[in-house]
């Protein structure tokens, strides 16, 4: 591999978290299925705006959570996502580069607003979100730059893309450009109601173009239709080369051939709100990698900066995650 | 006094916060007094907010926390301020009437963006405040419905809206009213400088006009150019009727004719963000005389409010404040 600029170039949705609490009963009046992100239209997320409590405007968008992750353990990041020319396009914008993490796709205009994302926290911490992509839907191949992908040690994509054809091809455009240069392919399968919609070319794409594919217990269960963990996990094993499966609570599974490594999670004192684990973890492991880390403490140091985020509303670190990755010993 | 349909109705600039951390160093740089607000132009902010780090945006403006406040310890509040018809002017609606604050102010149209204030949070906890005004500036005489303040037990005014030449007309327009139909009019100096630009005035509204005011140490001693609290306080219980002094970690005084009562801080485990420290204070003691409480108890609750509001970021509560009040004992 030659040298790269990037240790990791995240393409995902660019999207403003609104983030409120409410009861379990809210979530189900309003037919949103607990924990899952589901795609509503400016005139649902308007109703559900208007019935919530108050809310917290953060920056969000699951792969650019992971970037922002990565740059924050001290590596460098960049992101390719789509905003407008609004006031939550300026919020996104400023938040991801105040993080260090390159960000250059241009603002849209005139295209809908900017995405953003309704995340009702219920008292256990879980996170239901309700996703208006707005501007996202645009995203295309031309906002894929070759050269940034070329000089990125590792491309890594967020399954939600593969809801907006334009974006997909652009996912797609990505891999195969990153594939010729020798970089690395990682995948988040995002969502499990995300994979049962993509099921067939999530599958195609993992079998062919993929290195590392993270999925948590929902997500890999869904692409392979059983509701056996077990038999996910050796069915991913199988079809992937290195498969890392996130469980919450029961910590993560790093799947490599014949090899299989359980990684504990790390305890938190207080459990605020779930929302970004995932994208945490991703952020821990794959920086791990390109550290040369141990498939084992990459897995350690993705439970790590988890722990961090749930410890607090939102899911951009709070804390700098290289200090925290130095005081476990993980980094030096 | 007839029956009221709020307990306090509060006027102040409309203001969604931009929250972000930075060191002494930061703050030096660019010659933004620590622990105060200044008031600053649109290119000021945009440069500010160009080199700060990341930030989370919450709802805040001095008195609609307070508003918040009261209605999160059960208490009926109605607040007036502008808001531009913007993205920012309708997470402030939005988060403002959610928390069950009456707030029926029309978005005005093309005069400017709605208010924001970038927050810049020290490790020690102190936050100073970058305050760009805009369409906030507009608010005049025709915002202040008359009926409203009459309908109101206590009308709660916020000094830093002296900075506005219309906004100031319509302050002294609703004390007025206030007065009128016997309703009490409460009066908090928001900023030492703030007091430096307006002292004239504040002195002669406090001596005519004013039942309830509310300064901390650094706006106290401001009013009557002193460097020296003890000769402040006495100075401000000869001037006004009742006087509450707050002075960060020693508590409060309550100044009443002859009566002096200090009140101790809730210790706070870890102070993460002393923004609206001021604000919660001031809502715990206006509720608490509301409910007839005696002033040593609307104290504590004062104190009480304040404690959960700076052991997070932001100056909204986190946490329902009728319930921590029941917990120790100051509601029933």
Same mark, same amino acid.
Do not use: C, P, Y
């Given at each position: 591999m030659t040298d790269t600029c990037y240790d990791v170039v995240g393409i995902g949705n660019a999207i403003v978290?609104? /983030?409120?609490?409410c009861d379990d009963a809210f979530l189900e009046h309003h037919g949103t299925p607990k924990s899952h992100m589901r795609l509503v239209e400016a005139a649902t997320i308007e109703t559900l705006y208007g019935t919530m409590g108050p809310g917290i405007e953060v920056s969000g968008g699951s792969a650019a959570n992971t970037m922002v992750g990565i740059a924050s353990l001290g590596g460098s990041a960049a992101f390719i996502g789509k905003i407008a020319d609004d006031e939550f396009g300026r919020i996104f914008a400023h938040d991801i580069r105040a993080a260090n993490? @390159?960000?250059? %796709? *241009? @603002? *849209? *205009?005139g295209k809908g607003p900017t995405s953003r994302s309704l995340i009702l926290v219920t008292p256990d911490g879980e996170? %239901?979100?309700n996703t208006f992509l707005g501007i996202s839907t645009?995203?295309?191949q031309g906002e894929v730059d070759p050269a940034? /992908?070329?000089?990125s040690a590792i491309v890594y994509l967020e399954g939600y893309l593969f809801d907006q054809p334009e974006a997909k091809a652009a996912f797609r455009q990505a891999a195969s450009v990153a594939a010729k240069a020798g970089r690395k392919v990682a995948l988040t399968l995002s969502d499990g109601f995300c994979v049962d919609r993509h099921r067939v070319e999530f599958l195609e794409l993992i079998r062919s173009n993929v290195d590392i594919l993270f999925a948590n217990e929902s997500e890999i269960t869904a692409l392979y239709e059983t509701s056996n963990f077990d038999e @996910? *996990?050796?069915r991913a094993a199988s079809d992937s080369k290195l498969a890392v499966l996130t469980r919450s609570a029961h910590g993560s599974l790093i799947l490599s051939g014949e090899e299989k490594i359980s990684i504990p999670v790390v305890p938190v004192e207080n459990v605020v709100d779930l929302t970004g684990a995932g994208d945490l973890y991703a952020a821990g492991f794959l920086f791990g990698l390109t550290q040369g880390l141990s498939l084992e403490n990459a897995g350690k140091l993705g439970s790590l900066a988890a722990s961090e985020i /749930?410890?607090?509303v939102g899911a951009r670190p709070q804390k700098p995650l290289d200090t925290l990755a130095r005081a476990n010993g993980l980094l030096s």
């Open positions: 978290d609104i /983030i409120g609490r993490v @390159a960000f250059k %796709t *241009a @603002a *849209a *205009a996170r %239901t979100m645009n995203l295309d940034l /992908i070329e000089s @996910a *996990a050796r /749930i410890s607090h």
